[in-house]
Every structure is written in structure tokens, then in C-alpha cells.
T-cell receptor
Framework: DAGVTQSPTHLIKTRGQQVTLRCSPK?????VSWYQQALGQGPQFIFQ???????QRGNFPDRFSGHQFPNYSSELNVNALLLGDSALYLC?????????????FGPGTRLTVL | AQTVTQSQPEMSVQEAETVTLSCTYD???????LFWYKQPPSRQMILVIR??????QNATENRFSVNFQKAAKSFSLKISDSQLGDAAMYFC????????????FGKGTKLSVKP
């Protein structure tokens, strides 16, 4: 049973560029949440997708957008990259059918903006 | 807004000994969940233990247990018989009842285990 997978593992971009990160949820999960973890900090919630719609959003600018596909996989897009966007981006999957609604995390994508 | 505070940036414990990691939180909600996550150098966040706020009994998972003090808004993690594999970043997290996402994390505590 594959867990949550993310690609790529590492990514280097320059300021002003755009980036797309990908996430495949754990088998049986239909909800995907994205978090940004800056160096030395705890993860911060970006947004959550369910039934191909953004259901919740944290305090992140519109430069951060996402998408969920019919197979429940998800993309995180960041436009006009800033140096401060350098971070580990974590994806977590879950399902409301699970009473505990535990979130399972992927290994993350390390984004470096130069 | 809810906040989670971990006041110990780093902790160290001798192998086989016991260590307690502290966490306090602030919320006006009465129903919520609290979690401790472990993040080893591999970066993958792993759930260690969960506590529902409506349960008075402290959660326990093998060598891991919590001391949940709802009135004091305190949620500490005790690791007994520490093992080398316990070395990692530990994050305390909060989730509002009915919210299927939106975990709010503390800044973490780096735990070192000495052989």
C-alpha cells in the first residue's frame, strides 16, 4: 500500500519564476492538504482540496494556488517566486470517512529560490 | 486565533531514560484535537500520539504518553525508555473539531538521544 508520494524531491528556482509541486495521496484517501515548512519552523497550512475544490485556505497570498484531479492527486503552484518561498512543502492526505481523520504526510519537496 | 507554543527548542536525553517535551496552546474552542508528530531527518512527518479534548484520560501509545491539562491548556509528551531512533524534531499540533485540515503546529523541539 503506497503512502503519500511527492515530486520532485528537490527543486531550485530563481526569483520571479513559477513552480508546480505534485502530490499523490495514500490509497483510499480523497482529501489533500498542503503545508509550508520554513527552516526551523513548524509547518503552516496553505490550503486543502476535496472533491476537486479548495475547501479551506490558510493565510497565504493568491500567488499560491492549487488543483485536485479526479484521481485525487493534487498540484501546488506558486507564481512570482520570492526568496521567502524557500521551504519544505509537505502534502498530507486524509479522508472524512475515517473517523479519526488522521492526516498522513509525504516526504516533502524542498524548494530553494535563488 | 489558535496558537501552539513549544518553549524548548532543544532537549537531550540519555538512552533508556525518560524525557518530557512541553507544549501549550491557546484556543477559545471547547472541542478540539491535539497531536504530537515526529519528523526525523528523512523529513516525513509521523503521528506519534493523539488526544481528543473531550477525553479526560491521557492518551498512551507504547512508550509514548501525554499529560493533557485542559484547564491549563497544556499538552506534554513523555517518552519512556528512550531509544536512539527517537532522535528527531517533535511538533505539537492542534486541530479544531470538525476541521478536516488546518493543523496548527508549534515550532518544534529537537530531541537528541545520547548512547
Amino acid at each position: 500500500d503506497a503512502g503519500v508520494t511527492q515530486s520532485p524531491t528537490h527543486l531550485i528556482k530563481t526569483r520571479g519564476q513559477q513552480v508546480t509541486l505534485r502530490c499523490s495521496p495514500k490509497s483510499g484517501h480523497d482529501t489533500v492538504s498542503w503545508y509550508q515548512q520554513a527552516l526551523g519552523q513548524g509547518p503552516q497550512f496553505i490550503f486543502q482540496y476535496y472533491e476537486e475544490e479548495e475547501r479551506q485556505r490558510g493565510n497565504f497570498p493568491d500567488r499560491f494556488s492549487g488543483h485536485q484531479f479526479p484521481n485525487y492527486s493534487s498540484e501546488l503552484n506558486v507564481n512570482a517566486l520570492l526568496l521567502g518561498d524557500s521551504a519544505l512543502y509537505l502534502c498530507a492526505s486524509s479522508t472524512p470517512r475515517d473517523r479519526d481523520n488522521e492526516q498522513f504526510f509525504g516526504p516533502g519537496t524542498r524548494l530553494t529560490v535563488l | 486565533a489558535q496558537t501552539v507554543t513549544q518553549s524548548q527548542p532543544e532537549m537531550s536525553v540519555q538512552e533508556a531514560e525518560t524525557v518530557t517535551l512541553s507544549c501549550t496552546y491557546d484556543t477559545s474552542e471547547s472541542d478540539y484535537y491535539l497531536f504530537w508528530y515526529k519528523q526525523p531527518p528523512s523529513r516525513q512527518m509521523i503521528l506519534v500520539i493523539r488526544q481528543e479534548a473531550y477525553k479526560q484520560q491521557n492518551a498512551t501509545e507504547n512508550r509514548f504518553s501525554v499529560n493533557f491539562q485542559k484547564a491549563a491548556k497544556s499538552f506534554s509528551l513523555k517518552i519512556s525508555d528512550s531509544q536512539l531512533g527517537d532522535a528527531a524534531m517533535y511538533f505539537c499540533a492542534y486541530r479544531r473539531e470538525g476541521s478536516q485540515g488546518n493543523l496548527i503546529f508549534g515550532k518544534g523541539t529537537k530531541l537528541s538521544v545520547k548512547p
